[in-house]
């Protein structure tokens, strides 16, 4: 188990019992106290046999001890600083509650062996519900965490009443009381002893111990030795390097190189000079664009073509505020972030593998992540605040949902999640030369070929995603040239319960008159690309509604293997608008009986399981569907346009771009490409 949690224990023993209880215990089991107290991963059996010695000692019940321990640690995360991250979780007890499994999920990102337990909560007319779930059945610790939360972070105190109780589930009746005391002494998050990262690993260590299935937890990847922060050292600050904080606590090695310079790359950046002499010309490129012919513009495209490391832009969630990464995402931020991009016809330079295999060099060399188009709106919602909470920052969630796609991608193609910074995107801030009109303007008339030279998109869907026009246009782009499996929806910390009803409805009342756009003159150009592929307006907004749901819903099926009302009132949206067949077919997804299953088997990587199980349902259920309705919407020689380009454009795209799926993706990718064939 992690060294903090030996910290954390010691506190709680030495405020409840005193010092010399806890030098007793020790003695008893012979341990060194300055060994246990290092903040480094320590066999189970130590910590276990450390807290019995504790207990023994002090003739405590392990239930009542359990119950106060899980309300000591939130004391002390709550003191550390972490008060904020945690009222992040959600504006009230009930919907901070709501919102645990979806931590959970994405603690499961990173820890894909760990088991966390399941919270399902309901509500009956005044009454309100939660049952808690775990293989290794720790109810007393839950308890004494879930009901310290509302008293800390909201003034409420809850009584928690076992109504039932069977051999790895209890459900218990909540009553809201006042609170009697004043919450505990928050802290400043800039003089915090531990960092969250710290807390993080906690968390995951508590779940492999306590909650895992009868297998094996041997120090792995995911097994880290962090050292407490050195005086001085401020955790909060934006000029915080991240690859010095990774080297201090993590043994994941990067392929890439992240200190490469970037300067030079200057001489081989393109120029507008270097683009009229490669294309003959000496007009204003904006009007020369206007008379080429499609090869002229994806040759012109290809050249143009540019991606940026997923390491360059994202942040996984606990580095959120320690890194100046997240800045990037900030809409007033008017550098020039070119430079941070590099031509998609160069390799990206590898790491020294000192000390790794040559199968582990031999595959960072020959399989590389597919290149994904990111699609987002800039400005947040208007009720953003209102809705995540006054100190939520629109830029450092969508860093940290760029960060989790990422993760998932460099499982399924390179094998490993840790590898996720050598993932590759497209994203308009930094693979277009925002500081030149002319060379601006050529590039945004270029996007769809720059969608058509991706292999895929990733969506920052908020719910006022489809509110804008130039969302919805690379969303008309994408679907028909490319795939709907090949669409990937990111909304792990922005669909909650506090806004399921906000995306339900901008499903429901979607419609391209409605949708806003900041420059007229784009409005009308929009509309008439949109026309000319689906013929009318109704078309698309039906294709739109179609494929927003059923992608969604298998975005929020590994969620639901966790929280059956995820996809409940999807399928009724989709009753409701008359789609039929839709609804059907999404009531085939049985996502909790595949993380069910996966628990049965013992797998090792859980979140794999069910993407796999996730991607066959999508496949068997979901593209039949959605290929007809393409079929429908689409105008017939739009698709036979669109034959043809795709051969034109796998003929351009290099060798070395070529993305081979690896051993680890190779069966789920079997299965997709069998049940869903390309039907363009």
């Not at 593209?623 to 051969?647: C, Y």
Request: hydrophobic share 40%; net charge negative; with cysteine.
């Amino acid at each position: 188990m992690h060294g903090l949690i030996h910290v954390v224990w010691k506190e709680f023993i030495v405020h409840q019992y005193g010092h010399r209880l806890w030098d007793q215990a020790l003695h008893a089991e012979a341990l060194d106290e300055s060994l246990i107290l290092q903040l480094k991963q320590h066999e189970d059996e130590m910590t276990l046999g450390m807290m019995r010695a504790c207990l023994s000692a002090a003739a405590a019940n392990l239930e009542d001890c359990l119950e106060a321990f899980g309300a000591f640690f939130v004391r002390f995360a709550v003191r550390q600083g972490w008060h904020q991250w945690l009222q992040g979780m959600g504006n009230s007890w009930q919907e901070f509650i709501q919102n645990l499994n979806d931590m959970h999920h994405v603690l499961e990102r990173d820890f894909r062996s760990a088991r966390f337990p399941v919270f399902k909560s309901r509500q009956a007319g005044t009454s309100f519900y939660l049952t808690y779930s775990s293989s290794r059945f720790f109810p007393s610790l839950a308890k004494g965490i879930v009901t310290e939360i509302s008293d800390a972070l909201f003034d409420v105190h809850l009584e928690l009443t076992e109504i039932s109780r069977e051999k790895t589930e209890v459900t218990w009746k909540v009553t809201e009381r006042p609170s009697q005391r004043c919450s505990p002494d928050a802290g400043k998050a800039e003089f915090s002893s531990w960092s969250f990262f710290d807390f993080h690993k906690v968390m995951a260590s508590l779940c492999k111990t306590f909650d895992c299935c009868e297998q094996d937890c041997k120090p792995s990847a995911e097994v880290v030795t962090a050292d407490n922060c050195s005086e001085g050292t401020n955790m909060e600050s934006p000029e915080t390097d991240r690859d010095e904080m990774r080297n201090q606590y993590s043994t994941s090695v990067s392929t890439i190189s992240m200190d490469d310079s970037l300067a030079s790359q200057g001489e081989s950046l393109p120029t507008l000079e270097k683009i009229r002499a490669k294309f003959g010309t000496e007009e204003h490129l904006l009007m020369w664009l206007g008379g080429q012919s499609p090869d002229t513009r994806l040759e012109l495209a290809r050249t143009l073509h540019r991606e940026v490391r997923a390491g360059r832009v994202a942040s996984s969630w606990y580095e959120i505020g320690i890194t100046q990464y997240s800045s990037f995402w900030d809409p007033e931020r008017r550098d020039d972030f070119y430079h941070w991009s590099e031509s998609c016809q160069e390799e990206a330079p590898l790491q020294n593998h000192q000390g790794h295999s040559i199968m582990m060099y031999f595959q960072a060399i020959t399989h590389r992540a597919p290149l994904r188009f990111v699609s987002h709106a800039w400005g947040s919602p208007q009720d953003w605040h209102e809705v995540m909470g006054k100190k939520c920052k629109y830029e450092d969630v969508k860093a940290a949902e760029l960060c989790i796609a990422a993760k998932d991608i460099a499982a399924e193609y390179l094998q490993d999640a840790n590898r996720w910074e050598e993932v590759r995107f497209w994203i308009d801030k930094c693979c277009i030369r925002q500081n030149e009109p002319e060379f601006m303007a050529v590039s945004i008339q270029l996007i769809e070929e720059f969608i058509q030279l991706c292999d895929g998109m990733v969506v920052i869907l908020t719910w006022s995603y489809l509110q804008r026009l130039w969302c919805v246009y690379e969303w008309a782009c994408f679907l028909v040239f490319h795939e709907p499996h090949d669409l990937v929806i990111c909304a792990e910390s922005l669909y909650r319960a506090g806004t399921e009803e906000r995306f339900l409805e901008s499903v429901r009342h979607f419609s391209v008159r409605s949708c806003q756009c900041s420059d007229p003159a784009d409005r009308s150009v929009l509309r008439q690309k949109i026309s000319e592929y689906y013929g009318c307006c109704e078309n698309f907004e039906r294709f739109l509604r179609v494929s927003v749901i059923a992608i969604t819903v298998r975005c929020l099926a590994a969620r639901a293997a966790r929280n059956h009302l995820c996809i409940g009132k999807w399928i009724s949206l989709a009753e409701e608008l008359g789609l039929k067949e839709l609804a059907a077919g999404l009531q085939k997804a049985a996502p909790q009986a595949w993380r069910q299953q996966a628990m049965e088997e013992q797998v090792s990587d859980m979140q794999f399981y069910i993407k796999a199980q996730s991607d066959t349902w999508f496949a068997e259920h979901m593209f039949p569907i959605l290929a007809a309705e393409r079929r429908r919407a689409v105008q017939r020689h739009i698709f036979r346009t669109m034959i043809l380009r795709k051969e034109t454009v796998r003929r351009a795209l290099s060798d070395s771009n070529f993305k081979q799926p690896t051993l680890k993706a190779g069966r789920a990718l079997r299965v997709r490409h069998k049940l869903a064939p390309a039907t363009a």
